[in-house]
């Protein structure tokens, strides 16, 4: 029998002619491209986290509609959804395309003259490309070259278009980039430059007037607008009210994103071997769900083809369980939380595992500091996610482990730059989360954290400290070694555990797993106030031990561990 031969993995590649005739695996959207040009508005936004498939789809679309490639329709389109299934309007527009990536924002100067640069370039790309479809394109293009107009340029395409009847599909991908890099800046210096350029009279604000008058006037017959933020929808109010935003649209849930069956189909095509899998990848990288009413949980593209990248490479899972890249793209979050407020709900957040708010499709950036709309931007940076309905409001919700990550690093950092005096050196955590792992002994490691860390904390990380901000703390210190793969609110029966530390998948040898129970006595608290925390603690721990998921593990270890003040902790290890 001949064997299989398997595609290539799609890591990093969005561009879909490039993905179909170099054999790539492509995962079938194509229906929602039906589902788009049924919309009775054709004038249309989505928003979606970075790295979620929404440059692979703006391509998609491009080539789809685009006439010069019609002749090619066949090869790209033939084996998807939509090529059984064309639509009226395949391949009958030129396409005007602009990615508002990578723009200088270094002074309103300098943006100003690149934004500005950057539409005049697409413009006169536009007419090279379309040169044979357009009378005057040449002419067109010369007096660009001699007038460098700017946006302004936008009118010659459409008064080409009106004179030689040509219907025009804009597409813009990345709308919001240079907003989010100078919003996530975090001062009122940035945020003053990102109001000046979308406001009355700025740069920005009269491109989408422009693009705004001629999809009235049906000049520009269809737009499709990409982003990872719904900020500059509110900021540029009338500069550009005419779309639907089909972001938090249930039907489109799953347009961009893996499925669990998508999933399964991507690792069949590239030859995954299921067998090197060895955690729970829907748990690591799956969960999200854009609407209550959303058919399907999705997984993070980007996250899920770099664990299978691994796969293929190294037949073994990757050391770390999220990809540095995909990690950089958070980053900003950091800058965000330096408000107090922020801060506060991050914490509540991870303290609590869930805040119930409402989701609105845009806000502006004067309101990023109210929780509402903090929260609201985590969930649009993929940091948060639907978990159901309530009431008249949303349960949001970490996605999966690998965000968990994130939010546990970042909450690290924080109380490392208000607790300055707080080190840990990496020789030390290391030798004591090999004394817990391989010698079954948990005081060294306790030791460690309560001398160099909690003892340190300044006064507002010491107003949090209860058990739930212990866990936090404990886990981001975990998360940094890579011995274990540390799980909070571990789900047993009846119960959760507070920490479960489960070996890494890439290190078999670890000799003990553990299940921990944390309290917490306030300073000064006497043995008899231990002694009832142990007795609760001991009940937990017992319960998780008896659960369908941790009995009969022999090389389960389980404490409890009361922490009393800042330094002070008693350690009660239970035997099974």
Known sequence: MKAKQYKRLPCGNADFKNMITQNYACVDKTRYIEMLE?????????????????SLFFTTLMYYYDLNEAENFEQLFGGFYIGKHPTPERNSYAILKFDFSGLDTSG?????????????????????????????????VDRIDEEKPGVSSLEKIFAAAEQDKVKLFLLIDEYDHFANDLISMGNRQERDFYKKLTAANGPVRDFYERIKMAAKTSLVNRTFITGTSPVMLADLTGGYNIADILTLEPRYNEMM?????EVEWLMRETGVDESCINVDIETCYGGYLFHADGQHRVYNPAMITYFFEQILRYRKPPEKIIDLNLETNYGHLRRLVLNEGNRETLIRLLKEGEIVEEMPEKFSVDRLN??????SLLFYMGLLTVKERCLFRLKIVIPNYAVKTLFWEYIMLLVEETSPSLHIESRLLNEAIYALAMDGNPEPF???????????????????????????????????????????????????????????????QIKYEWIWALKYCQGGAGDADIAIQQKK????????????????????????????????????QIEH
């Open 38 to 54: 049924n919309e009775s508005n054709k004038n249309q936004i989505f928003i979606r986290p970075r790295k979620f498939g929404k």
């Open 108 to 140: 309103e100067k300098e943006f100003k003259a690149d934004f500005s640069s950057r539409v005049q370039e697409s413009v006169r790309n536009f007419f090279r490309i379309y040169r044979h479809v357009f009378s005057e394109a040449d002419r067109y």
């Open 257 to 261: 994103g893996f499925t669990r069956e």
């Open 370 to 375: 109210g929780e509402r709309y903090f929260v």
């Open 446 to 508: 306790i030791a460690c954290i309560s001398k160099n860390a909690f003892s340190k904390l300044s006064d507002y990380d010491w107003r949090h400290f209860d058990e739930k901000y212990i866990q936090i703390l404990l886990l981001s210190y975990f998360s940094r070694n890579k011995v274990y793969l540390p799980v909070n609110e571990y789900e047993t029966v009846p119960d959760c555990a507070d920490i479960y530390l489960q070996r890494s998948p890439l290190l078999p």
């Open 537 to 572: 603690g001991r009940a937990q721990v017992e319960q998780y031990i008896a659960s369908h998921r941790l009995g009969g593990c022999p090389d389960l270890k389980a404490a409890v561990i009361v922490f009393t003040g800042r330094s002070q902790y008693r350690i009660l």
